[in-house]
């Protein structure tokens, strides 16, 4: 049944009186508020736990009885949507107490052993006739893990190649009209590089697919080895990879390429797939978009390539 105080007499007064008020407003739904799958709690004007049915603690992952008449909810740790801790100030319902107005579909976590369980908050205020500010506030949840989690796979595999776990075309476009903005905004450099697999196809011809699969996926450990944490590099298709070097000129951005290309090639000769890859770098120049600055890049590889391969292209402004 829909839980209360156990000791009516311990709150202080003003506590009291609300939770027969309230337990007076449920009474006629207190059946079907114990059967619903959503949880549902009740707070007084100051934030305490008034109420609540047997699903929010199913949901909460952690009994309330022992802090009925407290505004706090003991050791259960609530995280915002980007994971962050969530001051009690923070809380739905805290927020509809302070403001009276209803919140709906507000998404927040409570951290548990393992993992996140996240939850789907509504609440709404009680009020009083003759006075100005709410006397409590409804609040209802469900679980929402599963319909997050699978958004958060789905938004990833949006944005990620499967097969060597980098950023894809997709992500890298969204990246670098940020990118760009900032660099025309203050005239800060910006260089993209291209990269592409030497004779890959022979790889696959006479290997097998197999062997071209992890000679990918050998190339994206040796731009993460190589790379900077600031650099940012994608799968674009194929054996065709990208790397973004925001706010460095090329002339920089080549010593990461280099160490990417010794490092792939220490790879390759030790997975019995060796191969090389040729690099070409173009800066960005004031008045180029994304594809401008892209066909720079591409000008340089091909250069790189007709030049021998394995080695690093810088297409001069």
């Known amino acids: 049944m829909l839980s209360l105080p156990p000791d009516p007499s311990a709150p202080r007064p003003t506590l009291r009186r609300r939770v027969a008020d309230l337990e007076r407003m449920v009474a006629r739904y207190r059946t079907i508020i114990d059967m619903l799958v959503e949880g549902v709690i009740l707070r007084d004007s100051e934030g305490r736990l008034l109420a609540f049915n047997p699903s929010a603690e199913r949901l909460m992952g952690f009994p309330l009885g022992p802090v009925l008449g407290t505004r706090d909810l003991g050791r259960i740790q609530f995280v915002r949507e980007d994971g962050q801790p969530m001051t009690a100030e923070e809380l739905p319902s805290f927020r509809t107490l302070h403001t009276g107005e209803a919140h709906r579909g507000t998404i927040m976590g409570v951290a548990e052993a393992g993992g996140i369980r996240w939850l789907e908050i509504n609440t709404e205020p009680l009020w009083e006739p003759g006075r100005p500010d709410p006397v409590g506030t409804v609040v209802s949840f469900w679980d929402l893990t599963a319909r997050k989690l699978l958004e958060d796979q789905l938004r990833r595999e949006s944005t990620q190649d499967a097969l060597t776990g980098l950023p894809n075309r997709r992500a890298l476009a969204v990246r670098l009209q940020q990118a760009l903005a900032v660099a025309a905004r203050f005239g800060t450099p910006l260089s993209l590089g291209f990269c592409d697999l030497d004779k890959f196809k022979q790889i696959n011809d006479k290997l097998g697919h197999a062997a071209g699969d992890e000679t990918l996926k050998s190339f994206a450990a040796a731009l993460q080895a190589g790379l900077r944490l600031v650099d940012f590099a994608a799968r674009v298709g194929g054996d065709e990879f990208c ?75």
């Not at 002339?251 to 797939?273: C, D, H, M, P």
């Not at 066909?295 to 091909?302: K, S």
């Open 243 to 317: 790397v973004l070097f925001e706010g460095t000129p090329a002339a920089q951005a080549v010593a990461s390429l280099e160490r990417t290309r010794r490092e792939f090639a220490v790879r390759g000769a030790a997975s019995g797939f060796p191969a090389t890859a040729t690099f070409g770098l173009a800066d960005w120049r004031p008045g180029m978009d994304a594809s401008m600055l892209m066909a720079a890049a591409d000008a340089a590889l091909l250069q790189a390539k007709a030049s021998g391969r394995d080695q690093i292209g810088i297409q001069r402004s």
